[in-house]
């Protein structure tokens, strides 16, 4: 069936270097794409958001790209600080619902 | 705080005993979601309300489950009979309307632990 995922559990990085987190999906009928960090006891929150007819879309020190011919996402933060350190999901909507995947926990190191 | 609310915040119940689980949303949105996460996965959608009109309910986990938003503001999600496989956290989202349903503001969550 289709699914979102995510290549990689966990993800450390050095304070002030960019870090990447990568989704694939398998949905090809999916109209967006989000990012959310979810932060331990707290819900998540939305981060950035891109439509599936584009392939990149900048924010505040985050870049997420869409890759449709491989169906792969990918959010880059720029010069990670310590309050990025949470848990990354991607999520993809093809209509009302929303269908995230596992997580991966970004750990920003001093 | 105008963000979203759940409450309570904890629930320790036993099998078998029903609970009740309220979200206020945002007040200007009119889109509200509740979701299921359990430990180390993301949310898992429930259903969803259009005000006070429930829209998607066929991914509600059983008919243990239900939902109401019955003036298309605050929320109730109930579950009846629990089980300990119930046992999660419950978190509601809401949105401002169709168009931005993918930027969705979540709650703090109610964690349902069934002993």
């Known amino acids: 069936g289709e699914s979102v995922g995510l290549h990689l559990p966990t993800l450390s990085v050095q304070e002030g270097d960019n870090s990447i987190i990568n989704c694939a999906y398998s949905?090809?009928?999916?109209?967006?794409f989000i990012w959310y960090k979810q932060e331990s006891g707290k819900g998540p929150q939305f981060i950035i958001d891109?439509?599936?007819?584009?392939d990149k879309r900048q924010g505040q020190r985050v870049t997420v790209l869409l890759n449709k011919t491989v169906k792969h996402l990918s959010l880059q933060i720029a010069a990670t600080q310590p309050g990025d350190s949470a848990v990354y999901f991607c999520?993809?909507?093809?209509?009302?619902?929303?269908?995230f995947g596992a997580g991966t926990r970004l750990t920003v190191k001093p | 705080d105008t963000g979203v609310s759940q409450n309570p915040r904890h629930k320790i119940t036993k099998r078998g005993q029903n609970v009740t689980f309220r979200c206020d949303p945002i007040?200007?949105?009119?889109?509200l979601y509740w979701y299921r996460q359990t430990l180390g996965q993301g949310p898992e959608f429930l259903t969803y309300?259009?005000?006070?009109?429930?829209?998607?309910k066929s991914r509600l986990l059983s008919d243990r489950f239900s939902a109401e938003r019955p003036k298309g503001s605050f929320s109730t999600l109930e579950i009846q009979r629990t089980e300990q496989g119930d046992s999660a956290m419950y978190l509601c989202?809401?949105?401002?309307?169709?168009?931005?349903?993918?930027?969705?503001?979540f709650g703090p969550g109610t964690r349902l632990t069934v002993t």
């Open positions: 989202a809401s949105s401002l309307d169709q168009a931005r349903a993918y930027e969705q503001y």
């Open positions: 949905n090809s009928a999916s109209d967006y």
């Open positions: 891109i439509r599936s007819n584009m």
């Open positions: 999520a993809e909507t093809s209509g009302n619902d929303m269908r």
């Open positions: 007040s200007e949105h009119n889109r």
């Open positions: 309300f259009q005000n006070e009109a429930q829209l998607e």
